[in-house]
C-alpha cells in the first residue's frame, strides 16, 4: 500500500515500454486494421510475403526442404540403409518434454518404415544431460548399429569418439548452440552449425526429427499407416514446452500440430488433457506450456522420463490413463518442492547479498537437479537478472542457468568452457556439469563478463506493452482480431493492451488466502471485470487511489453458458497526468 502512494514504476514495479503503432503507409499496405498491422510491425513482420506466412502459415506450402539441412543427406541415406538391412538401431533422447516427443516420433516414425529400432532416455539424476558413455557401450554390446541422437549431443565430442570405438554409427540431431568443434559423428544435423543452408534456425529437438522422417519419405520410405500429420501432435507439444519461438518453421508446425492434438487418437494424449482438466478440442499453445507440458516434464525431473515415453505411445485408455494420474501427481509434487527450493534459494541469496549481483549464482546440496532449472527461472522473473541454480554433489555439481533479454547465457558459459565437465544450451537457457572446485572461477568469470556487457537498463524489469486503447474499444470483434495470431508462445506472446484514466470501481481480495486481486473497471460509462494475480494486497490502496492506468491481456470467459470480455491485467500504475 505505502508503494501505492509513493507512485511506484507500476503495481509490480516495472518500466512500462509502450511500442509505437507501426506506420501509416505499412498499415495501407497491409490492408489490415491498424491494431493487427501494429502487432505484425512490432513482431518485424513487415513486408506482404512476411506477413502472409505468419497469418496463414500453411502447412501445405510453407515447410522447407528437410534436404537443405547439412548433413540430412547424409543422415537420411545411412537409417535408409539401416532399415534395408534390418540393422539394429536406437533413438537416444534428452529427458525433457522435447527430447521425449521426439525419441517418440522416430520411434513410431521409422518403426511405421520397417526399422529395428529402440528408444534410450537417460535418468535425469544417474546418468545426466546428454550421451552417457556406459549407456553407449551397453547399446553397443547389445547389438545396436546405429545410433541417432535427438536433442542432444552436439557437445558430446568424447562420447561421440567412444561411440564410434564401440562400433555405432553415430547421427547427431540437435538444435542446440553448436561448439567451436563438432562431434566427429558419421553426420550431424543442427541448422545452427556454421555452413547449414537451412533458412529456418530455431526448430527445436522434435522439428529436426520431424524434417528427418521427411527427408526419409523424399527417399521414397512409406510410413505405411501412419500419416505425417499423426506425428504433428507432439511436434507441437515439444516446440511449446521447449519454448522454441512461435515464428517461421515452428509456427507452421505447431499451428498444424495443435489441429492434429485437437483431433489425437493417442490414448495417452487423451488421457493427459483429461486429468489435466482440458477439454479436448479447445486446447491451445498456451495449454501445452502451462498444463500438459509440465506434466510430461515432471517424469523426468523428478522419476524417470521414460514414463511420459510409454504415455504417449500408450497402445490402450486404461494403461494411458494410470500413467497420466501417476503423472499427474508427480507434477503436483514437483510444484511444491519447487516451491521449497525457490524459497530455500531466495533466503541463502538475500542473506549473502548475492540477489543484488549482475549475475547470482547460488549452489547447496539442498537443490535437487530436477528443479533446478524452473527454479532458477522463476527467480530470474522475480530479480531481473540472469540466475545459476546449483546442486552441489559430493565432487561434481550440476546446474541450470537462465538468462534474461540481452544476455547470452551460452556465449558466457563458453567464455569459461575449460571450467565444466560437459555444458550445453542457447541464449536463455543452458545447462552444465562441473567440479565443485571451480564453482568460484565460474562466479568470478561470470561477474566479470556481466559488468562488461550486462547494463543497468537490461537490469530494469520492463513490461512491454503492444497498443493503447480505451475500455469503449475493447469488444469480442476485436479478440477475435487478436486471435488471428495465434498460437501464442515465445516470440510472438499474448498482446498486452493498455487502457490509460481508468476508474477502480471496486477491489477486492480473491483466493483462499486472498492473494488474487478482482477488480471492477468503469471509463466512458463502460465497465468490465479484471483478475490480477497475486496482487491481493493492493485492494486497499486501490480503493484509496482508484484512478490507473491498467495492462492486460483481453480473454473471454465462460460461466454459466455464457462468454464475457474478461481483463487478466499483468499490471496496472497510477494514472499519469
Not at 60 to 78: C, I, T, Y
Not at 289 to 294: A, C, I, T
Not at 436 to 461: I, S
Not at 547 to 569: C, F, K, M, P, S
Request: with cysteine; aromatic share 4%.
Amino acid at each position: 500500500m505505502q508503494a501505492m502512494t509513493q507512485r511506484p514504476l507500476s503495481a509490480r514495479n516495472r518500466h512500462w515500454n509502450i511500442l509505437p503503432r507501426a506506420p501509416a503507409e505499412f498499415v495501407r499496405q497491409s490492408g489490415l486494421s491498424p491494431l493487427l498491422a501494429s502487432l505484425l510491425y512490432q513482431r518485424d513482420v513487415r513486408d506482404p510475403e512476411a506477413t502472409r506466412l505468419f497469418l496463414e502459415a500453411d502447412y501445405s506450402r510453407d515447410l522447407h526442404d528437410p534436404l537443405r539441412m547439412r548433413g540430412m543427406a547424409e543422415a537420411s541415406a545411412r537409417i535408409a540403409e539401416a532399415i534395408a538391412r534390418g540393422e539394429p538401431m536406437a533413438v537416444y533422447g534428452d529427458f525433457d518434454t522435447d527430447g521425449v516427443t521426439a525419441v517418440t516420433l522416430l520411434v513410431q516414425a521409422l518403426s511405421a518404415m520397417g526399422a529395428n529400432i529402440r528408444p534410450y532416455i537417460p535418468h535425469r539424476l544417474r546418468e545426466g544431460y546428454g550421451l552417457n558413455t556406459q549407456a553407449l557401450h551397453r547399446l553397443a554390446g547389445e547389438g545396436v548399429r546405429l545410433l541417432i541422437t535427438v536433442d542432444c549431443g552436439i557437445s558430446n565430442l568424447a562420447e561421440v569418439d567412444a561411440a564410434t570405438r564401440a562400433g555405432l554409427d553415430v547421427i547427431v540431431t540437435d538444435h542446440h548452440t553448436p561448439p567451436a568443434t563438432l562431434p566427429a559423428a558419421l553426420a550431424v544435423v543442427n541448422p545452427k552449425q556454421p555452413g547449414c543452408a537451412y533458412p529456418y534456425k530455431h526448430l527445436v529437438g522434435v522439428g529436426i526429427a520431424f524434417k528427418l522422417v521427411q527427408a526419409l519419405v523424399r527417399r521414397g520410405l512409406s510410413l505405411g499407416a501412419v500419416r505425417g500429420r499423426d506425428l504433428l501432435d507432439v511436434v507441437a507439444l515439444g516446440t511449446v514446452a521447449d519454448m522454441g519461438p512461435l515464428t517461421g518453421e515452428n509456427r507452421v508446425l505447431v499451428k498444424a500440430g495443435l489441429q492434429a492434438l485437437n483431433a489425437t487418437r493417442r490414448p495417452g494424449l487423451k488421457a493427459l488433457i483429461e486429468v489435466s482438466g482440458l477439454v479436448q478440442g479447445q486446447i491451445s499453445a498456451t495449454d501445452i506450456g502451462f498444463m500438459l507440458g509440465p506434466r510430461l516434464n515432471a517424469a523426468g525431473r523428478l522419476d524417470d522420463a521414460v514414463r511420459a515415453y510409454q504415455l504417449l505411445l500408450a497402445a490402450d485408455y486404461a494403461s494411458a490413463r494410470a500413467i497420466a494420474e501417476e503423472l499427474n501427481r508427480t507434477n503436483r509434487e514437483r510444484q511444491e518442492l519447487t516451491k521449497q527450493v525457490q524459497a530455500a534459494a531466495r533466503a541463502q541469496a538475500e542473506a549473502s547479498g548475492k540477489h543484488r549481483q549482475r549475475v547470482v549464482v547460488i549452489a547447496s546440496e539442498a537443490f535437487p537437479a530436477g528443479v533446478v532449472g524452473l527454479v532458477a527461472g522463476k527467480l530470474v522473473e522475480e530479480w531481473g537478472r540472469p540466475v545459476l541454480l546449483i546442486e552441489r554433489g559430493a565432487e561434481h555439481s550440476r546446474g541450470s542457468a537462465r538468462s534474461i533479454p540481452g544476455f547470452s547465457m551460452i556465449e558466457a558459459l563458453t567464455g569459461c568452457s575449460e571450467l565444466f565437465v560437459r555444458f550445453g544450451g542457447h541464449a536463455a537457457a543452458a545447462g552444465f556439469t562441473i567440479a565443485n572446485a571451480n564453482l568460484p572461477r565460474l562466479e568470478q568469470h561470470l561477474l566479470a563478463w556481466a559488468e562488461e556487457r550486462l547494463t543497468d537498463a537490461m537490469l530494469q524489469p520492463a513490461l512491454t506493452i503492444d497498443a493503447t486503447l480505451d475500455l469503449k474499444d475493447l469488444s469480442h470483434d476485436l479478440l477475435a482480431e487478436l486471435r488471428r495470431l495465434e498460437p501464442f508462445g515465445q516470440a510472438n506472446p499474448l498482446p498486452t493492451l493498455m487502457s490509460p484514466g481508468v476508474q477502480v470501481v471496486d477491489a477486492r481480495p480473491r483466493g483462499g488466502d486472498g492473494q488474487h486481486l478482482r477488480l471492477l473497471l468503469r471509463r466512458d460509462g463502460v465497465t468490465y471485470e479484471g483478475i490480477a494475480f497475486r496482487l491481493g494486497h493492493l485492494a486497499e490502496a486501490l480503493r484509496r487511489h482508484p484512478l490507473i492506468d491498467v495492462a492486460y491481456h483481453l480473454e473471454a470467459n465462460q460461466w454459466n453458458g455464457e462468454t464475457r470480455l474478461q481483463l487478466n491485467i499483468k499490471d496496472f500504475r497510477r494514472a499519469r497526468g
